[in-house]
């Protein structure tokens, strides 16, 4: 039950969000899969649940907007660091509460920026994360919730959604680069979260010469369609 670690990819809004989907919805059973993507336009991602009539005004028109099939808020990626999760039905983690798991995973992001001399904590609960006023329509780097990653002083740096289904789990995750050094590594960063998440969850890290099998090209342009339609992004 091995942990792969993706190639970085840059892409645009629908392809990012199509090739999570269909990772999500053909990962074998004792397979985890973690990957970093960058995005090839500036672009607002919203949870699904989100009312598209209440996230487009907010934002320039000029920026590119997608739903994605995790829950959350918004969340603005001209300058983040984008990463995904995918859990196969049959490894431990899935059965695992979300905020169990959203605990474990900033945990692990927790210890890696602490390794890059990054002061930084998770976000307390429950009291003190009631006392913000939540926005109407939530940006997700505005303000933090309970385990989120933030800075000594309160700002947030990380946060996720998570989503589960029959196929698996698939977490979204993103950092905010703007709460970090302009020189922080990034690759050493994705490399560490990588061995944290294989030890905290318990899943050796694999390896493989030819990672191309978990990419289900057809998958992919089905779920690229579906996200660049009017009714996915209109929906609610």
Not at 70 to 87: E, K, M, P, S
Not at 121 to 134: D, F, H, Q, V
Not at 198 to 204: F, K, R, W
């Amino acid at each position: 039950m091995p942990l792969f670690r993706l190639p970085n990819s840059f892409a645009n809004a629908t392809t990012n969000m199509a090739i999570d989907a269909a990772l999500l919805q053909s990962v074998p059973a004792k397979v985890a899969l973690f990957r970093h993507y960058a995005w090839s336009e500036p672009t607002i991602t919203f949870g699904y649940t989100q009312k598209w009539k209440e996230v487009h005004p907010q934002f320039l028109s000029s920026l590119v907007f997608c739903r994605r099939i995790t829950a959350g808020g918004i969340v603005d990626h001209r300058n983040d660091w984008t990463y995904a999760l995918i859990l196969g039905t049959g490894l431990g983690g899935v059965l695992k509460k979300s905020s169990e798991l959203y605990l474990i995973l900033h945990n692990c992001i927790v210890a890696e920026l602490t390794k890059q001399t990054i002061q930084c904590t998770l976000a307390p609960c429950p009291r003190k994360c009631s006392e913000i006023e939540m926005p109407e329509i939530a940006n997700c780097f505005q303000q933090a919730v309970a385990n989120d990653v933030i800075t000594k002083n309160g700002q947030k740096i990380a946060g996720a959604a998570i989503k589960r289904n029959r196929q698996g789990l698939l977490v979204q995750g993103s950092i905010d680069r703007q709460t970090l050094p302009h020189d922080f590594d990034f690759n050493t960063f994705s490399q560490g979260l990588v061995e944290e998440l294989s030890h905290a969850l318990d899943i050796p890290i694999g390896h493989s010469n030819d990672l191309r099998s978990f990419f289900n090209s057809r998958l992919i342009e089905q779920a690229r369609v579906r996200f660049e339609s009017d009714k996915w992004q209109e929906r609610r």
